[in-house]
């Protein structure tokens, strides 16, 4: 089956089961597609095992003819952090401009290195011989927050705008500094050649101050383009370029393509939004990019939740499970935690801020890509053909899934507490 065909199987089951769950459940629907395909995924490794049925072994080919590394990567990524910039407004942007900055960059740095010496000393003590370079490299992976999965979930509960703001602008931009740690690591451990400071901060300024500035000009040009026509339908099509041929000339350009996305979104979600669209497509701005998103997410959480089936769980990786999925979220409470014992010298905050922010930190899809670009053969115990990229990848869906089922599940009530709880001085009025 053509990968083009299995992605149109794929998204009609995606559509069926969130209109399932529309019908009969009250669930998210991103958490109620991604539980769905686990648990049939389950279902079939499970009656394959037994030998019931072969259906495992043809779902199994059918998941691994798609590329989820370049479908999320080179593909969906650019609409759905668009999409996600849109919803973005500036004025609470600058007011907790500080906070996101420290939460993207210091957290995520903190996040990186606790979890890397963490995990060395962890495997150490029950004799898994990881190298600290690879205990390093998921720390890189897992730490920054995802922001699909934090827009698809958290986003649509609305918290405190202060929370909402701080958590949704940190997964938005943490990711050009997640992605020169994740890289600069992954030459240290499987290039020839190794990083200095000069080729690391030229990666730094190439790919996350370049997104930006780039992000910044397509998005000023297209604001030019958008206010010079009076065409409703042009209008939106003209922002239909913008995560589309946009995106791959980031990639041309060797700059940050998600970052420039967000910028490029927060500037026609405001700028243009205010003073660009015409009446017609500025009411219909946010329905139609809100469809394009609900409908990608609904594919690419299907995707993560049948990722199980490429698995081949050892006795070892469940070890592993369980060992990350704490270590994750105490490297996340403990990052955010002293985060705040700085931002609580110059201002006041939501007494649930840390333990939302904490919980609220969910990982998806972005984290599974960058686990899956980490090459096979590097074996760590032989004997049962377990390799760097098999442990990487089995930590990573573990936290992945907790993060998505039982974080995006239980994260309400922490909301609703600190509604009530809901200081007098917010964030400046839309």
Not at 121 to 150: E, K, M, Q
Not at 188 to 194: C, L, P
Not at 286 to 305: A, P, Q, R, T
Not at 395 to 407: D, E, P
């Amino acid at each position: 089956m053509e990968a083009y065909h299995t992605l149109c199987f794929i998204a009609a089951a995606a559509v069926l089961i969130a209109f399932i769950n529309n019908k009969l459940g009250k669930m998210q629907p991103t958490i109620a597609i991604t539980a769905s395909a686990m648990l049939l995924s389950l279902a079939m490794i499970i009656a394959g095992q037994f030998g019931l049925f072969k259906l495992s072994h043809v779902a199994i080919d059918t998941i691994s003819s798609i590329n989820f590394e370049d479908f999320l990567l080179k593909g969906i990524l650019g609409f759905l952090l668009f999409a996600g910039g849109l919803g973005i407004k500036l004025d609470h942007l600058r007011d907790q401009k500080w906070e996101i900055t420290a939460l993207a960059f210091g957290a995520t740095l903190f996040s990186t290195f606790f979890i890397g010496f963490s995990l060395y000393g962890l495997f150490s003590l029950i004799g898994f011989n990881l190298d600290f370079v690879y205990c390093l490299l998921f720390g890189a992976l897992i730490s920054p927050t995802d922001p699909i999965a934090v827009l698809a979930i958290v986003k649509k509960l609305n918290a405190p705008a202060r929370i909402s703001t701080q958590i949704e602008g940190e997964s938005l931009f943490n990711d050009g500094f997640g992605l020169v740690i994740f890289v600069t690591l992954y030459t240290i451990a499987f290039g020839s050649e190794t990083p200095t400071f000069n080729s690391v901060s030229v990666l730094f300024l190439q790919e996350a101050i370049g997104g930006i500035i780039y992000g910044f000009i397509l998005g000023a040009t297209f604001h030019w383009l958008i206010s010079s026509t009076r065409d409703h339908s042009m209008e939106i099509l003209l922002t239909l370029l913008i995560p589309s041929t946009g995106y791959v000339f980031a990639e041309l350009l060797g700059v940050s393509g998600p970052l420039s996305m967000v910028v490029s979104g927060i500037l026609i979600g405001n700028w243009t939004r205010r003073s660009g669209f015409t009446i017609e497509s500025h009411e219909h701005l946010d329905h139609f990019w809100e469809l394009i998103d609900e409908f990608l997410n609904g594919v690419l959480f299907l995707l993560i939740g049948m990722s199980m089936l490429l698995f081949e769980f050892h006795h070892e990786d469940w070890i592993m499970m369980v060992i990350a999925i704490p270590l994750v979220l105490l490297a996340r409470y403990l990052s955010v935690k002293f985060t705040y014992v700085g931002f609580n010298r110059f201002r006041d905050y939501n007494p649930m801020s840390v333990r939302i922010l904490t919980w609220g930190g969910l990982r998806g899809g972005l984290a599974l890509a960058m686990a899956i670009s980490i090459p096979s053969g590097i074996m760590v115990i032989p004997e049962k053909n377990i390799d760097v990229k098999e442990i990487i990848m089995v930590m990573t869906y573990a936290v992945v899934m907790f993060s998505i089922l039982v974080q995006g599940m239980t994260i309400t009530p922490l909301i609703e507490k600190a509604k009530q709880l809901e200081l007098p001085n917010k964030p400046p009025a839309e």
